[in-house]
């Protein structure tokens, strides 16, 4: 396994993201268009997100359930704008059993229609609201421009959806499951994610409303990090899903669904990851420490592992993720450098000095060379790790908000958003414009409304296109 | 929700299991041909499975990862035998992104071509094997014939393929897989399975060996409830899967493939289930434990819910899964016939007296009637009730190995199968015989070899079918 230098970011971002999402192990290429095989690795890493979401989700009261992967191309097209903004995008069987079927099967891209036309069986009465479901799933979008992650013809994610009595209960229920995302992200992910809401140019097929995280990567583009849709009665509608209220009156049910993907992994990637590789946040790493025990002579070498066994036990003990580097024939020095490709978030090295002084050597990946680097006594070092790991999630979660921070620029007008897009910013203005005038904005720029942040000034200013009076600001930015 | 009487088993077992699936809400049916909704009582029930397998695979060393869905045709097509046991049952997308494909894809019925085209890439030389590698995912295979978890269209399921470098190793690993199936099915889902190998007539497409964990249901009739396939080098040779050898020289490798799926969910309700309903070993039960809080009055409502609300607190800490119906309007009677339907382990019901009294009661679903129930006080119930659940899981357990044994019987000749066989048992006897003899045994009979058992009784006796000489006994049943 050669180690060969990965293109710096500062030189071409775009190479450096594939070369680590391959060099770091996280996936491979697979012989299938646009479709990826994600390696232990980067399961592993997703593993840690879907976990961190389900946990919150059964706490939210929802339920797991799988539906099937096959939707009838007539469900569908129930729901107008959903249908239009789907199929371009869809992969269709149209023989199984060695028979042309009579209606073609799409491979779900999204599964709204086949859980709606469920929901309508399910639902008779207000006592079965709120009815809070999620899926687990694989879901296929045939892109014409695919990369690993980031958008992909197959990914893994998972879709809630929710029905509701009232208009207010859906909004609520839309606005609990970003925070979930936005929650997650924080503080597990260690990304510092914006929330708003998307621009109607901007929302779901078929939503009433479309709420977002964004959140920024290390060469300042947003990416779009889970979304959460009110629904309406849009699919209620299109699906005839009513309920019979208290006052025994027939009436349609308000919906939503929400969706979080392995694109995540491609933003752990992105927003925290520097030339010497992947940085992971200790909360969702596959391994939080990686231990590398260093010896020379057979003496040596049963003496330190004997004392990297015993560490082993406490760090098992106390439930931390750990790794023992036992490849033999590979240098300290090259174990360093892989598990730093990898971003390991905290590095024990042990060798024959240590298990002399009862010492080990504790490395951070979040802060490089010797000022990241401590010896700590072996009494007390389960301890002296959890701290470490501590300090490495929350200075992690610092480092990318201070980056963040310092990347989006308020503009007043459209020269000065045009200067911070071409400078890879951010830029934050009042917005009074319309669909058209974003769809102008992003031909010239290649920027788009990320969201309208929930987080506003508050009173009003001029627009920063048109100049007429605008209500909230809008947060501008090119994206994956 | 009404109340319907369930057809007994002992009318038409097939029909009682296919009410029972949909009573005990475990699942719902589809629009999509031979695709079952799993809704969330169902899939709890699968994810304890889930989860049991993915803690012993992981401990004896496997990682996941994950895979495309969709196999180029040519790639099944590679393995001879392979291709043709599953071609039959493909379904085919020729249609993406509103173009027909160059190549059609097939989505994945297994996942061997599509992974042991991955293992090409990655096997190097020995330092590379064992290559362990699990996967959790959905396949598709397009039956004639389709029941509820026992037979659909797509299932969900984990597929686990491994590299070696002898013979003996995997041949290791594929026994090692075949013990956690049973270890699950026999500690988890108190299912007494029988471990033994497949005839060459019923083993794997492209399976050197075969192995099987096979059940007995409650109609007596068999189910294979998960399998594990030494490959010898069959795929290593179509995929030109080679390794370096310590001495330098290269060879071709070894593999195996093991699967469990949502077929077990049918396994438990079929081998425990009465005509009350499910009966759901503690283990696996979504909730170990229902509570049923009774009342009149508001003013005993409020007394009783404080003293469930207390009780609650203590099982949610001492981690017991339970559930608390609060339904109103519906009678305490009522409640206890949905979840005895839906087989929670044990009740628990709390009326006014068990308020006075500082008791409550608890009904085993094991054990009818009174002499399943008893009163204990509530001082130490959390106790009371680990006992309970240890001791309907350990009786449960018994039950279906005294139900086994009971209904195996062992056969001289083909006459006393046959009588067996009608009678509705298993019958164990010396086999020599052909695949042919096989062949026509299931004909006349609907039985075959479910397996040679690994537990022989040694030395040899004339088979059962041409009298010749046999080394070891089979087992015959009709199976599902």
Redesign the interface.
Known sequence: MAQQAVTPQSVDFSKWYNEIVYKADLA?Q???RG??????YG??L??AIRDGLDRRFKATGH??????????ES?LKKEAEHVEGF????????????EELAE??V?RPTSET?IM??FR??IQSYRDLPLL?NQW??V?R?E?RTRPFLRTT?F?WQEGHTAHATFEDAEAETMQMLNVYADLCINDAAVPVIRGKKSDREKFAGAMHTYTVEAMMGDKKALQSGTSHNLGQNFAKAFDIKYLDEANVLQHVWTTSWGMSTRMVGCVVMAHGDDKGLRLPPKIAPYQVVIVPIYKSDEEKSAVLGTVERISGQLAEAGIRFHVDRREGQSPGFKYNDWEMRGVPVRMEIGPKDVEKNSAALARRDVPGKEGKQFVPQDGIVQAVKGLLNAVQANMLQQATAFRDANIHDVKNYDELKQVIEAGGWARGWWAGSGADEGKIKEETAATIRCFPFDQPGGNGPCLYTGEKAERVALFARAY
Do not use: H, M
């Open positions: 491979d697979s012989p299938v479709c990826l095989i994600i390696k232990p399961y592993e997703w593993e339920r797991n359930a799988y539906f099937p992967l096959f939707i009838p469900f199929s371009p995008e869809l992969a269709v069987v149209t023989v199984a059993g060695g073609p099967l491979v086949i036309a469920a069986e399910w479901i799933a694989n296929v045939w014409l197959e893994l």
